[in-house]
């Protein structure tokens, strides 16, 4: 159960903006300092209006235009300032958590929502900013006007401020209830907002399965469910925030009544002038918009909190791949790797759970983040979560190509995985020329290693930004050279704009082919050591089979490759073919070695060439 709040969190992105924000509490505190004067100028203004004293009201009004300007003045220092370094807050924190979520491994994001990370991203944080921004920009000022009014209140006439009083513990239990029901109600909308999201992500992303499937009713209708889930919770924020200002608004109401009552009893006392109870009811008058004001950041902390809640929760979740200490740089090697004894397994609910909890993969003792005792990863019955390799070891030597074959779930593309630590194994030990792997950076690692996808993912960019991508700075002709080897040039110099050609988002602009041209070409200028392929043929027509088949052959000489391989015809020219099945390598050699055999291999293959 949740005894903090995570606001307290913020408190290391204010740091560094302390300066900003003690100049603009400067000028809070100058602008505060008007209000009571402000009260005392109403009731001298009211003063010299019944005496019929003009040249005194011209004085006072002189004096109020001096006062308002410089007032005006503190005011627009305390506005900038706190804009600025609430936004710079609101910045910082944006950056840290997207800097967060580039570390975490892999298995996160293929169960996190990506339309719940985007609101993440972009309203929680500004709703934080905001939260920064009303705090020192709104509440406090308007504390501080409380304090400054009601000190001048007493000053005027303690017993009545006193009575006025009266209501104040009562409107303070009140608002604090409503607070805590807003907070709830905020946590609720906060969520379905970001459902709401994340399904937009996942229908725009699938269009054409839904068009193709006729599926537009099945998603309206559906999508109306969410945004009716979304506008209940909502509307249950509104209908507190409704009702709380009706409560406070009537007891406010209350404490005016009572407050003229009192006035006219001390009035007819005499401890109270008439010019004096003006300047104190002129006082009553400025407390209100402070009040209003402050019960309403109340609730929209409250409201606030929810956004803080779900961003610190996601800092709170921990990379399970991370470098050890002292980790050093592997140098450039000759591709020569090893797998020992290679257990592994996911978590049952890998990697989130229900709730939106990250799961922790089982360590090599087996055991949970906290020292809990989990079920074994290769407990057969599947109970500490599902057996994917099991006790694999292979040795591929530098410049040998590896092709891995087998039914859907054997482990081919996990094993793969394994090698640039996408995941780490609870048992065994992956070595590159001799290194442990988990001995080394993860950046020297994964940059001798290039990765050529089933399908190819491109980003907004240009074509030459694309081919060089993850690299700051790289030279033009590199990219043309990396082109050439890839294919690729030819197609990318006739459009009017060659490599300076915009990709739209996903690479739609482009061919199958082209894409994946392009990401051998990617491939080409990192100049791995290690190369994975993922069956890069498979979704191509006969002719960009045969450009990219080409490219590919270009791309792998002279360097340790892994094909992760479903149509058979593609693995002929392997120096070795391992046959995959439940984690285990049941079958290991040559094309012709193992249609010789006459076993799994060559089952596979009379299966798919008798069609």
């Given at each position: 159960?949740?005894?903090?709040?995570?606001?307290?969190?913020i408190?290391?992105?204010?740091?560094?903006?302390?300066?900003?924000?003690g100049k603009?509490?400067?000028?809070?505190?100058?602008f505060?300092?008007?209000?009571?004067?402000i009260?005392?100028?109403?009731?001298?203004?009211?003063?010299?209006?019944?005496?019929?004293?003009l040249k005194?009201?011209?004085?006072?009004?002189?004096?109020?235009?001096?006062?308002?300007?410089?007032r005006?003045?503190?005011?627009?220092?305390?506005?900038t300032?706190?804009?600025?370094a609430?936004?710079?807050?609101?910045?910082?924190i944006?950056?840290?958590?997207?800097?967060?979520?580039?570390?975490?491994?892999?298995?996160y994001?293929?169960?996190?929502?990506?339309?719940?990370?985007?609101?993440?991203?972009?309203?929680?944080i500004d709703?934080?900013?905001?939260?920064?921004?009303?705090?020192?920009h709104?509440?406090?000022?308007?504390?501080?006007?409380?304090?400054?009014?009601?000190?001048?209140?007493?000053?005027?006439?303690?017993?009545?401020?006193l009575?006025?009083?009266?209501?104040?513990?009562?409107?303070?239990?009140?608002?604090?209830?409503?607070?805590?029901?807003?907070?709830?109600?905020?946590?609720?909308?906060?969520?379905?907002?970001?459902?709401?999201?994340?399904?937009?992500?996942?229908?725009?992303?699938?269009?054409?399965?839904?068009?193709?499937?006729?599926?537009?009713?099945?998603?309206?209708?559906?999508?109306?469910e969410?945004?009716?889930?979304?506008?209940?919770?909502?509307?249950?924020?509104?209908?507190?925030?409704a009702?709380?200002?009706?409560?406070?608004?009537?007891?406010?109401?209350?404490?005016?009544i009572?407050?003229?009552?009192?006035?006219?009893?001390?009035?007819?006392?005499?401890?109270?002038?008439?010019?004096?109870?003006?300047?104190?009811?002129?006082?009553?008058?400025?407390?209100?918009?402070?009040i209003?004001?402050?019960?309403?950041?109340?609730?929209?902390?409250?409201?606030?909190?929810?956004?803080?809640?779900?961003?610190?929760e996601?800092?709170?979740?921990?990379?399970?791949?991370?470098?050890?200490?002292?980790?050093?740089?592997?140098?450039?090697?000759t591709?020569?790797?090893?797998?020992?004894?290679?257990?592994?397994?996911?978590?049952?609910?890998?990697?989130?759970?229900?709730?939106?909890?990250?799961?922790?993969?089982?360590?090599?003792?087996?055991?949970?983040?906290?020292?809990?005792?989990?079920?074994?990863?290769?407990?057969?019955?599947g109970?500490?979560?599902?057996?994917i390799?099991?006790?694999?070891?292979?040795?591929?030597?530098?410049?040998?190509m590896?092709?891995?074959?087998?039914?859907?779930?054997?482990?081919?593309?996990?094993?793969?995985?394994?090698?640039?630590?996408?995941?780490?194994?609870?048992?065994?030990?992956?070595?590159?020329?001799?290194?442990?792997?988990?001995?080394?950076?993860?950046?020297t690692?994964?940059?001798?290693?290039?990765?050529?996808?089933?399908?190819?993912?491109?980003?907004?960019?240009?074509?030459?930004?694309?081919?060089?991508?993850?690299q700051?700075?790289y030279?033009?002709k590199?990219?043309?050279?990396?082109?050439?080897?890839?294919?690729?040039?030819?197609?990318?110099?006739?459009?009017?704009?060659?490599?300076?050609?915009w990709?739209?988002?996903?690479?739609?602009?482009?061919?199958?082919?082209q894409?994946?041209?392009?990401?051998?070409?990617?491939?080409v200028?990192?100049?791995?050591?290690?190369?994975?392929?993922?069956?890069?043929?498979?979704?191509?027509?006969?002719?960009?089979?045969?450009?990219?088949?080409?490219?590919?052959?270009?791309?792998?000489?002279?360097?340790?490759?892994?094909?992760?391989?479903?149509r058979?015809?593609?693995?002929?020219?392997?120096?070795?073919?391992?046959?995959?099945?439940?984690?285990?390598?049941?079958?290991?050699?040559?094309?012709?070695?193992?249609?010789e055999?006459?076993?799994?291999?060559?089952?596979?293959?009379?299966?798919?060439?008798?069609?």
């Amino acid at each position: 159960m949740k005894t903090r709040s995570t606001y307290w969190q913020i408190l290391p992105y204010l740091r560094p903006q302390k300066q900003t924000i003690g100049k603009a509490l400067a000028c809070t505190v100058v602008f505060t300092i008007f209000w009571p004067i402000i009260a005392w100028l109403v009731g001298e203004t009211a003063k010299f209006i019944g005496k019929g004293d003009l040249k005194g009201f011209a004085q006072i009004a002189a004096l109020s235009a001096v006062i308002f300007l410089i007032r005006g003045t503190a005011q627009y220092g305390q506005d900038t300032l706190m804009a600025k370094a609430a936004l710079t807050i609101a910045l910082e924190i944006r950056k840290k958590v997207y800097a967060h979520l580039q570390k975490l491994n892999i298995g996160y994001f293929e169960t996190a929502k990506t339309g719940d990370l985007s609101y993440r991203l972009t309203e929680d944080i500004d709703r934080i900013g905001e939260v920064v921004n009303k705090f020192f920009h709104q509440f406090i000022p308007c504390v501080l006007q409380l304090i400054a009014v009601l000190g001048y209140m007493i000053y005027l006439n303690w017993q009545l401020t006193l009575g006025a009083l009266i209501i104040a513990p009562l409107m303070a239990i009140l608002i604090g209830w409503f607070g805590e029901r807003l907070l709830s109600y905020s946590r609720q909308s906060q969520n379905r907002i970001s459902d709401l999201s994340a399904l937009l992500t996942e229908v725009f992303s699938g269009i054409r399965l839904i068009k193709a499937f006729v599926a537009e009713d099945y998603e309206i209708a559906r999508f109306g469910e969410e945004a009716e889930q979304n506008r209940r919770a909502k509307y249950l924020s509104e209908r507190v925030k409704a009702l709380q200002f009706v409560v406070v608004g009537f007891l406010e109401a209350m404490s005016v009544i009572l407050l003229f009552f009192l006035g006219g009893w001390q009035i007819a006392r005499g401890n109270l002038t008439g010019t004096q109870f003006i300047s104190y009811i002129a006082g009553v008058a400025l407390l209100i918009d402070p009040i209003a004001i402050t019960t309403a950041n109340y609730g929209d902390f409250k409201q606030g909190e929810a956004s803080s809640d779900r961003i610190f929760e996601l800092l709170a979740i921990q990379p399970t791949v991370v470098e050890k200490p002292g980790a050093i740089e592997l140098p450039r090697v000759t591709g020569k790797v090893e797998y020992r004894n290679i257990n592994f397994a996911y978590p049952s609910q890998h990697p989130l759970d229900k709730h939106g909890k990250q799961l922790q993969p089982l360590d090599k003792g087996g055991q949970g983040k906290h020292g809990k005792q989990l079920q074994s990863p290769l407990d057969k019955g599947g109970q500490g979560g599902v057996p994917i390799l099991q006790n694999m070891s292979l040795l591929v030597l530098p410049g040998e190509m590896i092709a891995l074959v087998g039914a859907s779930g054997a482990g081919k593309t996990t094993l793969v995985n394994l090698l640039p630590r996408f995941y780490d194994p609870q048992a065994g030990q992956i070595l590159i020329d001799g290194i442990d792997i988990q001995d080394v950076t993860l950046n020297t690692l994964r940059r001798q290693i290039g990765i050529v996808p089933q399908e190819t993912i491109l980003f907004s960019g240009t074509i030459a930004q694309n081919i060089a991508f993850g690299q700051s700075y790289y030279e033009l002709k590199d990219v043309e050279k990396a082109a050439q080897i890839a294919n690729a040039h030819q197609f990318i110099t006739e459009f009017p704009d060659g490599y300076q050609t915009w990709v739209g988002e996903r690479g739609v602009n482009l061919s199958g082919g082209q894409k994946q041209r392009i990401a051998i070409a990617r491939a080409v200028l990192l100049a791995p050591r290690i190369l994975i392929l993922d069956e890069a043929t498979s979704a191509l027509d006969s002719e960009s089979e045969g450009l990219v088949q080409e490219a590919l052959e270009r791309l792998m000489r002279d360097r340790t490759v892994f094909i992760i391989a479903h149509r058979l015809a593609t693995v002929r020219r392997a120096d070795r073919i391992l046959v995959l099945e439940k984690g285990r390598i049941v079958e290991s050699g040559t094309h012709e070695e193992l249609l010789e055999k006459g076993d799994r291999y060559a089952g596979y293959y009379a299966q798919q060439f008798s069609q």
